[in-house]
């Protein structure tokens, strides 16, 4: 897309985001939309939107020999990233004979390596199934059952893991050094003949699948949501409109040579790390500085090294850079735009980042469901509005939020929301039962308690669904209790959120032994067998009796969860 054949809008500097993106999506505009059908359902789309993401990658190597991945000291341009994902591609339908619409295991952390997998998954017209890096071997094990892969592209810890559960599954080892008793092909050497220049000719259209990513869900088994190109690439160009909108109202720098640049964070394998950081970058030409593990001090160093412009992560993140004693050794002055999502953001951080950072403070409001977008809110009116997540996105997205019976709420009321838009995911895969019962008439509902107020602003306030969002990881307290109750030491439990300053929820639990020697180091091991370690619980409380009940004779779980959170909130106020 060309913005400079189109009359773009003059936009006041203390113009809403929100009411420019508007304008950028009316009629005769480069973000004009209009109505489509999507299975059955009237839909806003973008009139000039590609039909596939092999379209887009076209406007991705306009960017040449701009840098793209910036780690540790390797540094990859966009031409060099996209020649490797070609590369991987063609090996893909070569040696192994990969068939459109096959599902192929994308497993290993935040290396240069991972959008190249991605990349190159999609162009041989496969479906990436995102595997979580924290997950352990039982975990990853469901996921490659579930979404029938025969072939896998992973670090050597996860190659390993996958191997054990799965002797028969091909593993394409990418950066770990690989022997020849492993039993599995090393990248490098597999792609290296394969010209970089040569796309493969598949055919793909809008309803084609592209991705599965697994989340967490009140069932306690993982669901896998299935997104075509066609919402891939809504979400896209919506962040892209937003991106010109921004640029527009002058909070970006107006030089159209200059290369904004992204830190990241969080990983590749959740939807935020995803789209609004990875694929978003490569639409718009940004660099990108992979951080191998978060360390606040190693951030601040990157911002400056690099000119970090922005910053995407889970709140906990943006709070630690505002607060760390190092910060005023470190020039951040770059910093133009630090987001939040995932995971709640306390509102007395939200000044706190503004100040500390000098910079323009962020939130989004998205669902692995939604690939990441909802709502969002950033800069001034979310200083106003510390406690809120935003008013929904335009043009694509519209939110309801309704009562137990379906019927919507009234202004202010709160309820369920439910999100339509053609970003949703379509389905979930092998699951029938919960597709039924979270897609419904095009909206997915998801579960989360909100009101809408008179301006039309969104905000959160609890959630229907057993779910803890620690760091902006999902966790199904029916899988932690579901593992926990087959430990030999555990007699019953409950598992609950608990509020943490830090990482916005963490596991607690209420357990009655079976025995008085109950051992919690213990039974953390055993339970870490099954469960990666993020889901252990990180408070235990050990009953002396029995769990109370409800006259149905099932454990009081409003009480029980008031009682802990309680006595939490007190532990909190002593260690103040």
Same mark, same amino acid.
């Given at each position: 897309?060309?913005?400079?054949?189109?009359?773009?809008?003059?936009?006041?500097?203390?113009?809403?985001?929100?009411?420019?993106?508007?304008?950028?999506?009316?009629?005769?505009?480069?973000?004009?939309?209009?109505?489509?059908?999507?299975?059955?359902?009237?839909?806003?789309?973008?009139?000039?939107?590609?039909?596939?993401?092999?379209?887009?990658?076209?406007?991705?190597?306009?960017?040449?020999?701009?840098?793209?991945?910036?780690?540790?000291?390797?540094?990859?341009?966009?031409?060099?990233?996209?020649?490797?994902?070609?590369?991987?591609?063609?090996?893909?339908?070569?040696? &192994?004979?990969?068939?459109?619409?096959?599902?192929?295991?994308?497993?290993?952390?935040?290396?240069?390596?991972?959008?190249?997998?991605?990349?190159?998954?999609?162009?041989?017209?496969?479906?990436?199934?995102?595997?979580?890096?924290?997950?352990?071997?039982?975990?990853?094990?469901?996921?490659?059952?579930?979404?029938?892969?025969?072939?896998?592209? %992973?670090?050597?810890?996860?190659? +390993?893991?996958?191997?054990?559960?799965?002797?028969?599954?091909?593993?394409?080892?990418?950066?770990?050094?690989?022997?020849?008793?492993?039993?599995?092909?090393?990248?490098?050497?597999?792609?290296?003949?394969?010209?970089?220049?040569?796309?493969?000719?598949?055919?793909?259209?809008?309803?084609?699948?592209?991705?599965?990513?697994?989340?967490?869900?009140?069932?306690?088994?993982?669901?896998?949501?299935?997104?075509?190109?066609?919402?891939?690439?809504?979400?896209? /160009?919506?962040?892209?409109?937003?991106?010109?909108?921004?640029?527009?109202?002058?909070?970006?720098?107006?030089?159209?040579? /200059?290369?904004?640049?992204?830190?990241?964070?969080?990983? /590749?394998?959740?939807?935020?790390?995803?789209?609004?950081?990875?694929?978003?970058?490569?639409?718009?030409?940004?660099?990108?500085?992979?951080?191998?593990?978060?360390?606040?001090? $190693?951030?601040?160093?990157?911002?400056?090294?690099?000119?970090?412009?922005?910053?995407?992560?889970?709140?906990?993140?943006?709070?630690?850079?505002?607060?760390?004693?190092?910060?005023?050794?470190?020039?951040?002055?770059?910093?133009?735009?630090?987001?939040?999502?995932?995971?709640?953001?306390?509102?007395?951080?939200?000044?706190?980042?503004?100040?500390? $950072?000098? @910079?323009?403070?962020?939130?989004?409001?998205?669902?692995?469901?939604?690939?990441?977008?909802?709502?969002?809110?950033?800069?001034?009116? &979310?200083?106003?509005?510390?406690?809120?997540?935003?008013?929904?996105?335009?043009?694509?997205?519209?939110? +309801?939020?309704?009562?137990?019976?379906?019927?919507?709420?009234?202004?202010?009321?709160?309820?369920?929301? @439910?999100?339509?838009?053609?970003?949703?995911?379509?389905?979930?895969?092998?699951?029938?039962?919960?597709?039924?019962?979270?897609?419904?008439?095009?909206?997915?509902?998801?579960?989360?308690?909100?009101?809408?107020?008179?301006?039309? &602003?969104?905000?959160?306030?609890?959630?229907?669904?057993?779910?803890?969002?620690?760091?902006?990881?999902?966790?199904?307290?029916?899988?932690?209790?579901?593992?926990?109750?087959?430990?030999?030491?555990?007699?019953?439990?409950?598992?609950?959120?608990?509020? @943490?300053?830090?990482?916005?929820?963490?596991?607690?639990?209420?357990?009655?032994?079976?025995?008085?020697?109950?051992?919690?180091?213990?039974?953390?091991?055993? %339970?870490?067998?099954?469960?990666?370690? /993020?889901?252990?619980?990180?408070?235990?409380?050990?009953?002396?009796?029995?769990?109370?009940?409800?006259?149905?004779?099932?454990?009081? +779980?409003?009480?029980?969860?008031?009682?802990?959170?309680?006595?939490?909130?007190?532990?909190?106020?002593?260690?103040?």
């Amino acid at each position: 897309m060309d913005l400079a054949d189109y009359d773009l809008p003059k936009v006041s500097p203390d113009a809403l985001i929100i009411d420019v993106v508007e304008a950028l999506a009316a009629n005769g505009m480069p973000f004009e939309t209009e109505e489509q059908d999507i299975r059955g359902i009237p839909h806003q789309v973008f009139k000039h939107q590609p039909q596939s993401l092999t379209e887009a990658f076209a406007q991705f190597a306009l960017y040449g020999d701009r840098e793209f991945i910036v780690f540790g000291e390797e540094r990859f341009t966009f031409a060099e990233t996209l020649g490797k994902s070609v590369q991987i591609a063609q090996a893909l339908l070569n040696d &192994y004979d990969l068939q459109k619409g096959d599902r192929v295991a994308l497993a290993m952390r935040n290396y240069p390596e991972w959008p190249m997998a991605y990349l190159g998954i999609i162009a041989a017209g496969g479906v990436a199934v995102l595997m979580n890096a924290w997950w352990g071997e039982n975990e990853l094990d469901f996921a490659m059952k579930d979404s029938g892969s025969k072939i896998a592209i %992973a670090d050597m810890p996860r190659a +390993k893991l996958l191997a054990s559960a799965n002797p028969d599954l091909k593993i394409i080892v990418a950066r770990d050094a690989v022997t020849a008793g492993d039993g599995f092909a090393a990248l490098d050497p597999l792609i290296s003949s394969y010209d970089p220049t040569v796309w493969p000719s598949v055919d793909l259209g809008p309803d084609d699948y592209a991705m599965i990513l697994y989340t967490s869900g009140s069932t306690g088994f993982p669901k896998g949501a299935v997104s075509d190109h066609r919402a891939i690439l809504a979400v896209l /160009f919506n962040w892209y409109c937003i991106v010109v909108a921004l640029q527009l109202s002058g909070r970006t720098n107006p030089d159209p040579n /200059f290369q904004p640049v992204m830190m990241v964070g969080v990983p /590749f394998f959740h939807v935020t790390g995803l789209l609004p950081v990875m694929l978003v970058s490569a639409l718009i030409g940004r660099k990108m500085v992979l951080l191998h593990k978060w360390d606040v001090e $190693l951030a601040l160093q990157a911002i400056e090294a690099e000119g970090v412009t922005n910053f995407t992560g889970v709140p906990t993140m943006s709070y630690e850079l505002a607060v760390s004693p190092v910060l005023s050794k470190y020039d951040t002055s770059t910093l133009l735009d630090v987001g939040g999502g995932g995971a709640a953001r306390p509102a007395e951080h939200v000044k706190m980042i503004a100040e500390n $950072l000098g @910079c323009n403070p962020g939130i989004g409001y998205g669902l692995t469901e939604t690939n990441a977008m909802a709502a969002n809110c950033s800069g001034p009116e &979310y200083l106003e509005r510390p406690s809120t997540t935003g008013k929904p996105t335009p043009p694509m997205m519209f939110i +309801k939020i309704i009562n137990p019976d379906g019927t919507e709420v009234k202004q202010g009321e709160r309820g369920e929301v @439910c999100i339509k838009s053609a970003a949703n995911a379509t389905c979930y895969w092998n699951n029938p039962e919960e597709t039924a019962k979270s897609f419904i008439d095009g909206y997915f509902h998801t579960g989360d308690v909100a009101y809408q107020d008179e301006e039309g &602003y969104l905000y959160i306030v609890d959630r229907i669904k057993d779910i803890i969002i620690r760091g902006g990881e999902n966790i199904s307290t029916i899988e932690v209790e579901s593992v926990l109750h087959g430990l030999p030491e555990v007699e019953d439990v409950m598992v609950f959120s608990l509020p @943490c300053p830090r990482m916005g929820e963490i596991v607690g639990t209420a357990i009655v032994p079976t025995n008085k020697d109950f051992d919690e180091q213990k039974m953390l091991a055993g %339970a870490g067998v099954e469960l990666a370690k /993020f889901k252990l619980p990180e408070r235990i409380w050990v009953r002396d009796e029995p769990l109370p009940l409800i006259a149905s004779g099932k454990i009081d +779980k409003t009480a029980v969860k008031a009682h802990y959170r309680a006595l939490w909130q007190l532990e909190l106020e002593g260690a103040s």
